[in-house]
């Protein structure tokens, strides 16, 4: 795992844009995997705001989870989080990107349908995520199993809260649907990105304890190409 630290948000959200314009450039048919929250807002703007009209004219987004119960509409579900200021102004058709859909009746099938859309294009190329103060990458909570791909998750309290502020109104949250820690591993490249000083502390764990299914993101040292890019504010090495 390279650890690289950026004086603040700005710059670290410029390096990560330039990341994936590079990639898409050098492989137009890039199949990138995003996650939603705060943290990768910052790229997405400048991913657009740099992009020239072709780069993503071939490119395929997977919107890494999904809170179990939320309409895919409601502007805080990860689906908003990525479709407004991402695949929205990028252009992206619907044909080359897969959402999950939290309200699927069936969640097991929609999990082994995103499975099958992955897989189908030959796996990630990227996979860009964040990281919460537990450690989770998408909704994989700690105990998840390396082994997994798209599963079901049932969310720690720590999540239930934090997730609280993506929408106006409190709101039950319960499970999620995500991607795997197995989807994690096999992506060609792996991006854990974080930043201010909420994040510190758990970046300090990533960076000083072992490998273990207690604390999902240890997942990137086992990651052959996995890159943990922070700002000053949550570096956790002096
Ligand atoms: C969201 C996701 C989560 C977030 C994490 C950090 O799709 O996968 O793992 O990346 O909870 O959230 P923010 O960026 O809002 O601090």
Same mark, same amino acid.
């Given at each position: ?42 790229? +997405?703007?400048?991913?657009?705001? =740099? ?9 395929? #987004? $997977? *919107? ?35 959402? +999950?859909?939290?309200?699927?009746? =069936? ?9 099958? #859309? $992955? *897989? ?119």
């Amino acid at each position: 795992m390279q650890y690289q630290v950026f004086t603040d948000y700005d710059a670290l959200s410029e390096h990560a844009a330039q990341f994936m314009l590079e990639l898409v450039r050098q492989k137009p048919t890039a199949v990138i995997c995003v996650a939603s929250g705060d943290t990768p807002l910052g790229t +997405f703007q400048k991913v657009v705001a =740099n992009a020239l009209p072709n780069d993503f004219a071939e490119a395929t #987004f $997977v *919107a890494l989870d999904e809170w179990v119960g939320i309409d895919p509409q409601n502007p805080g579900s990860c689906r908003s989080y990525v479709e407004k200021p991402l695949i929205e102004p990028l252009k992206i058709p619907a044909e080359r990107v897969c959402f +999950f859909d939290g309200m699927a009746t =069936n969640l097991a099938e929609e999990c082994a349908r995103v499975n099958e #859309f $992955v *897989a189908r294009r030959g796996g990630l190329d990227l996979i860009f995520v964040g990281i919460g103060t537990n450690g989770h990458i998408g909704l994989n909570e700690p105990g998840s199993s390396f082994e997994n791909y798209a599963h079901i998750s049932d969310l720690q309290d720590v999540t239930i809260a934090g997730g609280q502020k993506y929408f106006q109104d409190a709101t039950p949250l319960t499970q999620g649907v995500t991607l795997g820690l197995r989807h994690f591993l096999e992506a060609k490249t792996a991006i854990v990105i974080a930043n201010g000083p909420r994040k510190k502390g758990i970046i300090g764990r990533v960076l000083n304890e072992p490998i273990n299914t207690a604390l999902p993101a240890s997942v990137l040292h086992q990651h052959p190409n996995g890159y943990l890019w922070v700002d000053e504010a949550a570096n956790a090495k002096n």
